[in-house]
Protein backbone atom coordinates (compact mmCIF):
# COMPACT_ATOMS: atom_id res chain seq x y z
CA UNK A 1 0.00 0.00 0.00
CA UNK A 2 1.28 3.07 -0.94
CA UNK A 3 0.93 6.06 1.23
CA UNK A 4 1.14 9.89 -0.24
CA UNK A 5 0.90 12.98 2.24
CA UNK A 6 -1.13 15.83 1.29
CA UNK A 7 -3.09 18.49 2.78
CA UNK A 8 -6.75 17.53 3.59
CA UNK A 9 -9.78 19.83 2.54
CA UNK A 10 -12.09 17.98 5.10
CA UNK A 11 -9.60 17.65 7.94
CA UNK A 12 -9.34 21.68 7.70
CA UNK A 13 -6.23 21.69 5.95
CA UNK A 14 -4.00 19.58 7.95
CA UNK A 15 -1.22 17.12 6.34
CA UNK A 16 -2.95 13.78 6.13
CA UNK A 17 -2.09 10.19 4.77
CA UNK A 18 -3.88 9.01 1.30
CA UNK A 19 -4.01 6.16 -0.46
CA UNK A 20 -4.33 4.96 -3.77
CA UNK A 21 -8.43 4.68 -3.91
CA UNK A 22 -9.67 3.71 -7.93
CA UNK A 23 -9.61 6.46 -11.00
CA UNK A 24 -12.57 8.40 -11.90
CA UNK A 25 -14.22 8.01 -15.63
CA UNK A 26 -11.58 9.46 -16.97
CA UNK A 27 -9.05 7.62 -16.15
CA UNK A 28 -7.68 10.16 -13.39
CA UNK A 29 -6.14 8.40 -10.12
CA UNK A 30 -7.92 9.04 -7.23
CA UNK A 31 -7.47 9.13 -3.09
CA UNK A 32 -8.28 7.87 -0.13
CA UNK A 33 -7.99 10.21 2.96
CA UNK A 34 -6.92 7.95 6.00
CA UNK A 35 -7.97 9.46 8.71
CA UNK A 36 -11.82 10.82 6.93
CA UNK A 37 -12.18 8.55 4.44
CA UNK A 38 -12.80 11.50 2.02
CA UNK A 39 -11.74 10.40 -1.94
CA UNK A 40 -10.47 13.24 -4.15
CA UNK A 41 -8.30 13.59 -6.76
CA UNK A 42 -4.81 15.35 -5.98
CA UNK A 43 -3.74 16.16 -9.51
CA UNK A 44 -5.04 17.87 -11.70
CA UNK A 45 -4.67 18.75 -16.22
CA UNK A 46 -6.90 21.90 -15.81
CA UNK A 47 -5.70 24.40 -13.18
CA UNK A 48 -9.32 25.54 -12.26
CA UNK A 49 -9.51 22.55 -10.67
CA UNK A 50 -7.49 23.14 -7.70
CA UNK A 51 -8.69 23.28 -4.55
CA UNK A 52 -6.06 26.80 -3.94
CA UNK A 53 -7.53 28.49 -6.80
CA UNK A 54 -10.72 30.80 -5.59
CA UNK A 55 -8.29 32.39 -2.79
CA UNK A 56 -5.82 32.61 -4.99
CA UNK A 57 -8.28 34.56 -7.75
CA UNK A 58 -9.07 36.72 -4.13
CA UNK A 59 -5.60 37.99 -3.46
CA UNK A 60 -4.98 38.91 -7.42
CA UNK A 61 -7.70 41.02 -7.88
CA UNK A 62 -6.67 42.87 -4.67
CA UNK A 63 -2.94 42.80 -5.95
CA UNK A 64 -4.18 44.78 -8.97
CA UNK A 65 -4.56 42.24 -11.84
CA UNK A 66 -6.57 42.56 -14.28
CA UNK A 67 -8.75 39.85 -15.61
CA UNK A 68 -6.14 38.59 -18.65
CA UNK A 69 -3.56 38.96 -16.21
CA UNK A 70 -5.46 36.64 -13.48
CA UNK A 71 -5.97 34.00 -16.33
CA UNK A 72 -2.47 34.03 -17.55
CA UNK A 73 -0.91 34.00 -14.03
CA UNK A 74 -3.00 31.36 -13.10
CA UNK A 75 -3.26 28.89 -16.62
CA UNK A 76 -7.25 28.74 -16.86
CA UNK A 77 -9.57 30.56 -19.47
CA UNK A 78 -10.69 34.03 -19.46
CA UNK A 79 -14.32 32.71 -19.11
CA UNK A 80 -13.82 30.10 -16.24
CA UNK A 81 -12.22 33.58 -14.56
CA UNK A 82 -15.25 35.05 -15.14
CA UNK A 83 -17.78 32.20 -13.51
CA UNK A 84 -15.21 31.90 -10.94
CA UNK A 85 -15.52 35.95 -10.01
CA UNK A 86 -19.12 35.76 -9.90
CA UNK A 87 -19.13 32.36 -7.35
CA UNK A 88 -16.68 34.16 -5.28
CA UNK A 89 -18.67 36.94 -5.01
CA UNK A 90 -22.09 34.86 -4.23
CA UNK A 91 -20.60 33.47 -1.05
CA UNK A 92 -19.30 36.77 0.21
CA UNK A 93 -20.65 37.76 3.19
CA UNK A 94 -22.02 41.11 3.89
CA UNK A 95 -20.09 43.40 6.97
CA UNK A 96 -21.48 43.83 10.38
CA UNK A 97 -22.65 47.23 10.65
CA UNK A 98 -22.20 48.77 14.37
CA UNK A 99 -24.34 51.42 15.41
CA UNK A 100 -23.80 54.81 16.06
CA UNK A 101 -20.22 55.39 14.20
CA UNK A 102 -19.70 58.20 12.14
CA UNK A 103 -19.10 57.95 8.20
CA UNK A 104 -17.82 59.54 4.91
CA UNK A 105 -20.04 58.78 1.79
CA UNK A 106 -18.28 59.55 -1.27
CA UNK A 107 -18.37 58.98 -5.67
CA UNK A 108 -15.92 57.83 -7.14
CA UNK A 109 -16.64 57.91 -11.42
CA UNK A 110 -15.94 55.16 -14.30
CA UNK A 111 -17.04 54.21 -16.68
CA UNK A 112 -18.22 50.38 -18.60
CA UNK A 113 -17.99 49.63 -21.71
CA UNK A 114 -16.71 52.69 -23.48
CA UNK A 115 -15.44 56.57 -22.25
CA UNK A 116 -18.90 57.53 -23.20
CA UNK A 117 -20.84 55.30 -20.45
CA UNK A 118 -20.40 56.58 -17.68
CA UNK A 119 -21.09 55.23 -13.97
CA UNK A 120 -20.38 56.10 -10.45
CA UNK A 121 -19.62 53.93 -7.49
CA UNK A 122 -21.07 54.81 -4.61
CA UNK A 123 -20.01 54.22 -0.94
CA UNK A 124 -19.73 54.41 2.82
CA UNK A 125 -16.73 54.56 4.85
CA UNK A 126 -16.93 53.87 8.85
CA UNK A 127 -14.75 56.85 9.98
CA UNK A 128 -12.95 54.78 13.02
CA UNK A 129 -12.33 51.78 11.85
CA UNK A 130 -11.96 52.73 7.80
CA UNK A 131 -14.55 50.19 6.79
CA UNK A 132 -16.85 49.90 3.31
CA UNK A 133 -19.97 49.03 4.89
CA UNK A 134 -22.06 49.62 1.67
CA UNK A 135 -21.50 50.35 -1.97
CA UNK A 136 -23.54 50.78 -5.36
CA UNK A 137 -22.92 51.39 -8.50
CA UNK A 138 -24.94 52.79 -10.75
CA UNK A 139 -25.48 56.28 -12.49
CA UNK A 140 -25.12 59.37 -10.29
CA UNK A 141 -28.61 60.05 -9.58
CA UNK A 142 -30.99 59.49 -6.21
CA UNK A 143 -31.85 56.05 -7.23
CA UNK A 144 -27.85 55.21 -6.68
CA UNK A 145 -27.20 57.47 -3.77
CA UNK A 146 -30.50 56.02 -2.03
CA UNK A 147 -28.93 52.25 -1.96
CA UNK A 148 -25.94 53.35 0.16
CA UNK A 149 -27.72 56.10 2.58
CA UNK A 150 -30.40 54.17 3.30
CA UNK A 151 -27.55 51.51 5.07
CA UNK A 152 -26.09 54.41 6.84
CA UNK A 153 -29.61 55.73 8.03
CA UNK A 154 -30.10 52.46 9.21
CA UNK A 155 -27.07 51.99 11.45
CA UNK A 156 -28.27 55.40 13.48
CA UNK A 157 -25.20 57.39 12.71
CA UNK A 158 -23.78 60.12 14.93
CA UNK A 159 -22.32 62.16 11.66
CA UNK A 160 -22.14 61.39 8.05
CA UNK A 161 -19.63 63.55 6.35
CA UNK A 162 -20.10 64.09 2.46
CA UNK A 163 -18.94 67.00 -0.50
CA UNK A 164 -21.45 69.29 -1.56
CA UNK A 165 -23.50 66.95 -3.49
CA UNK A 166 -27.04 68.76 -3.67
CA UNK A 167 -28.55 65.12 -3.29
CA UNK A 168 -27.16 64.51 0.10
CA UNK A 169 -29.46 67.05 1.35
CA UNK A 170 -32.47 65.37 0.55
CA UNK A 171 -31.33 61.93 1.33
CA UNK A 172 -29.40 62.72 4.91
CA UNK A 173 -31.18 64.15 7.91
CA UNK A 174 -29.83 67.36 8.20
CA UNK A 175 -29.19 66.78 12.44
CA UNK A 176 -26.18 64.39 11.60
CA UNK A 177 -25.29 65.64 7.94
CA UNK A 178 -21.82 67.46 7.48
CA UNK A 179 -20.28 69.17 5.12
CA UNK A 180 -17.23 70.41 6.08
CA UNK A 181 -13.39 71.27 3.79
CA UNK A 182 -11.58 68.27 5.78
CA UNK A 183 -15.06 66.10 6.45
CA UNK A 184 -13.44 63.42 3.65
CA UNK A 185 -10.22 62.85 3.46
CA UNK A 186 -10.23 59.25 4.69
CA UNK A 187 -12.63 58.55 2.31
CA UNK A 188 -10.68 60.49 0.06
CA UNK A 189 -7.52 58.30 0.27
CA UNK A 190 -9.36 55.54 -0.01
CA UNK A 191 -10.58 56.39 -3.60
CA UNK A 192 -7.20 56.54 -4.19
CA UNK A 193 -6.28 53.10 -3.18
CA UNK A 194 -9.09 51.31 -4.71
CA UNK A 195 -7.86 53.25 -7.97
CA UNK A 196 -4.25 51.77 -7.21
CA UNK A 197 -5.62 48.46 -6.34
CA UNK A 198 -8.09 47.15 -8.82
CA UNK A 199 -7.04 47.60 -12.40
CA UNK A 200 -10.05 48.31 -14.32
CA UNK A 201 -10.16 51.62 -12.31
CA UNK A 202 -7.01 52.81 -12.37
CA UNK A 203 -6.51 56.15 -14.31
CA UNK A 204 -5.09 56.16 -18.01
CA UNK A 205 -5.00 52.40 -18.39
CA UNK A 206 -6.51 50.55 -21.17
CA UNK A 207 -8.42 48.14 -18.50
CA UNK A 208 -11.83 49.33 -18.02
CA UNK A 209 -15.13 47.43 -17.11
CA UNK A 210 -17.03 45.65 -19.98
CA UNK A 211 -19.71 44.91 -17.74
CA UNK A 212 -21.47 46.36 -14.93
CA UNK A 213 -22.07 42.77 -12.92
CA UNK A 214 -18.22 41.73 -12.91
CA UNK A 215 -17.77 45.36 -11.40
CA UNK A 216 -19.91 45.07 -8.86
CA UNK A 217 -18.62 41.53 -8.03
CA UNK A 218 -14.97 42.37 -8.07
CA UNK A 219 -15.74 45.74 -5.69
CA UNK A 220 -17.57 43.08 -3.05
CA UNK A 221 -14.56 41.04 -3.22
CA UNK A 222 -12.08 44.01 -2.65
CA UNK A 223 -14.19 45.18 -0.14
CA UNK A 224 -15.34 42.06 2.03
CA UNK A 225 -13.57 38.78 0.70
Avoid at 27 to 38: D, E, L, M, N
Avoid at 104 to 133: C, H, P, Q, S
Avoid at 144 to 169: E, M
Amino acid sequence: MQLKIYSCSKCVGKERDFVKYGKTKCGKQRYQCRSCKTTSVLKYTYQAYQKTINPQIVQLIKEGLGIRSIARVLRISVTTLLSRIKLISKRVKLPTITLHRSYEVDEMRTFVGNKKNLYWIVYALDKKTKDVISFSVGKRNYRTLSKVIRTVQDSKPVKVFTDSLVHYKFLIDQKVHQIRKWGTNHIERKNLSIRTHIKRLNRRTICFSRSLGILDNVLKIYFWA
